[in-house]
């Protein structure tokens, strides 16, 4: 479903929300659903803008918003990196973000491992030395895959504070989806993520066309998409993000102004 885009998104805006359960271990409330439309349902998640716990850095209650808008951004680079969300203004809780679920295929590659810390096996791009008990260290490191990379470039776009392990579905499909979109859009940088193997390269071609097409869509129907979740200045300061990207022609690198590795990383 979260590849059939106009019919997830119909569901999730149209459909009847069934709640089934909660999931956990999700610091603000996320419940497990599933929607119904016409004889066609499938599964989501819904999370209801009064479940959201307060953030000293984010404005109460634009978590859900922000997850919509990294949505319709991700969307726009046409890569289909984050399943179909939206806004839903009613709900059993009340209005909040509603996003169709992804099922992990068991039988994918992993997207991280541990290895010898002196250095990435091939394939492997090293993000950080990590201390894995009784004195031993290892090197956390993440496969060198066009689809990773084409998300941590989304990633800077949208200054993502928050891309864990988990936030990384390898899909059936053959699809990797990035999930839990909550702290994005700060104005300050706030990039902190584990797909640091690309820093200072070179984008590849395509991420610079993309990132063109961007610029013009943000100064449009995009910027108009994203209005009714940002404010002005997060959006001069996306806006800025594109052009900086555009500019030096390269990854970005972390700062030493924020951690650049979120925690826990997986």
């Known amino acids: 479903m979260a590849a059939d885009v106009p019919t997830a998104l119909t569901l999730l805006r149209e459909g009847e929300l069934t709640v089934h359960g909660q999931l956990t271990d999700a610091s603000n409330a996320a419940l497990y659903c599933s929607v119904a439309l016409d004889g066609v349902s499938a599964l989501c998640v819904y999370k209801p803008v009064a479940g959201e716990r307060p953030l000293w850095d984010f404005p109460d209650g634009t978590l859900a918003g922000r997850e919509v808008a990294s949505y319709e951004l991700a969307a726009a680079t046409g890569w289909a990196l984050i399943p179909p969300t939206v806004l839903r203004e009613e709900g059993p809780y009340g209005s909040g973000m ?3 679920w992804v099922e992990p295929d068991p039988h ?3 997207l991280l491992d541990l290895q010898d810390p002196a250095g990435p096996q ?3 791009l090293p993000i950080v030395r990590a201390e894995i008990g009784e004195g031993r260290t290892a090197l956390l490191v993440h496969a060198d895959d066009q689809r990773l990379r084409r998300l941590a470039i989304v990633d800077a776009v949208l200054n993502n504070a928050d891309r864990k392990g988990g936030h990384l579905l390898s899909a059936a499909d053959g699809r990797i989806y990035g999930i839990d979109h909550g702290v994005t859009f700060a104005v300050p940088g706030k990039l902190r993520t584990l797909l640091w193997g690309w ?8 991420a ?3 990132l063109r097409r961007l610029a013009g869509e ?10 009714p979740h940002l404010t002005a200045t997060e959006l001069t300061a996306t806006r800025a993000r594109v052009a900086e990207l555009l500019r030096t022609g390269r990854h970005p690198e972390p700062s030493n102004e924020w951690p650049s590795i979120p925690w826990p990383p997986v």
């Open 208 to 210: 610079t066309e993309m």
């Open 108 to 110: 994918a590659p992993p």
């Open 98 to 100: 509603v996003q169709i």
């Open 218 to 227: 943000l100064d449009g129907a995009l910027g108009e998409r994203l209005r």
């Open 199 to 206: 820093a200072r390269e070179p984008l590849a071609q395509e």
């Open 122 to 124: 091939q394939g492997w």
